[in-house]
């Protein structure tokens, strides 16, 4: 009533009203849209939730997480083309993130905080990801089954010594690509190729199951020797399932290719979309997961290898031993992927 009232006595006034009100309310609206960032990440909601938390509680930002399957992700960021709703882009493997470089819905983005802190192999060239976690891929043997004095690089395990006493997990995986691209890099075609028709005769069963299955199967007497990430072996020996943690208590790591290139590393990591109307947020929220106190919690949690020099890895990881990892730029692997898988698939490896 009284509105109504004002209207009649004074319009000059309403009108002023409203115009004061779209003035202040326009960049309050612009402030809240800018604190948030969205983040699709391939790695599991306990994987990445507490430390996106940290930094909201750091930093004022709120993180709107949505996790999936890598490439379900992946599809859905292109599907949404340029109204995508993600901002950043998290999985693992730097051929995954390929996959998201090529499909073009990745933008370069220069930061000298993430140069910095990563190294050059650990990151693409041009900027468009970035490494925030790193592991090995190593051989893994059943105690008292092999001596580790037989064994020594990825390249001699396709001798027939080896003949029935391999588990490892199919081609199609992207962990076995990269490993196989590593190769392929220093050995060349031919090689490569010649060694796959080698290894897959050595293998025990036919490939099934993840990185764990492996460990399981070699403890359970199928075979001897296994191929894994490490953080898998550290989650076995650490969780609460009895069954894995025995089985990776009957095994011993052993780091392959020491006196020549190095163990085969890989990564998790993170890129920016293409799309995005955030860049400066999610470029911040990248940053924070190199801080050092996020790559502790990726050492101590994740059980895995921090990418910056001058954290150092958990007490576990350590209790190890150190070794020699491989320094290829991990967008070479990239690059080969399309030629390891044909290499894969000629040589049967299923
Ligand atoms: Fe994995």
Not at 52 to 57: H, R
Not at 160 to 178: A, D
Not at 226 to 232: L, P
Not at 253 to 273: C, L
């Amino acid at each position: 009533m009284s509105l109504k009232k004002g209207l009649k006595t004074n319009p000059c006034s309403f009108i002023l009203s409203i115009f004061l009100c779209c003035l202040f309310s326009l960049p309050l609206y612009a402030t809240q849209s800018l604190q948030e960032v969205n983040l699709y990440s391939a790695r599991k909601e306990a994987l990445i939730k507490p430390i996106v938390d940290e930094f909201t509680q750091q930093t004022g930002i709120k993180v709107n997480l949505i996790t999936g399957k890598a490439d379900a992700l992946l599809q859905r960021i292109k599907s949404e083309v340029r109204n995508t709703y993600a901002d950043v882009f998290i999985t693992t493997d730097a051929g995954r993130l390929y996959r998201a470089k090529s499909a073009d819905v990745l933008q370069a983005i220069q930061s000298e905080a993430l140069n910095r802190v990563i190294s050059d192999n650990l990151r693409d060239p041009e900027g468009y990801w970035y490494g925030l976690s790193m592991r090995a891929r190593p051989i893994f043997y059943v105690k008292g089954a092999v001596n580790s004095e037989e064994l020594s690089t990825y390249e001699a395990l396709a001798d027939s010594k080896f003949k029935g006493r391999i588990c490892i997990r199919s081609s199609n995986n992207i962990y076995n690509q990269s490993l196989l691209a590593s190769m392929l890099a220093v050995d060349g075609p031919n090689k490569t190729q010649q060694w796959a028709n080698d290894f897959v005769k050595n293998f025990a069963r036919k490939p099934k199951g993840g990185d764990r299955d492996q460990i399981k199967g070699a403890a359970s007497g199928q075979c001897d020797i296994a191929i894994a990430n490490t953080y898998y072996f550290g989650k076995m020996i650490t969780g609460k399932k009895a069954d894995q943690k025995k089985a990776a208590e009957a095994m011993a790591i052993f780091w392959p290719n020491q006196t020549n290139r190095g163990t085969h590393v890989n990564i998790s990591g993170a890129g920016i979309t293409k799309h995005t109307k955030n860049t400066a947020n999610a470029q911040k929220l990248i940053e924070f997961l190199v801080t050092k106190k996020a790559q502790r919690w990726y050492a101590d949690v994740n059980f895995e290898y921090p990418v910056r020099k001058d954290v150092a890895a958990s007490d576990l990881l350590k209790s190890w031993g150190d070794f020699k990892a491989d320094t290829i730029n991990l967008s070479q692997l990239d690059v080969n992927n399309a030629e390891a898988v044909k290499i894969m698939d000629r040589a049967g490896w299923k």
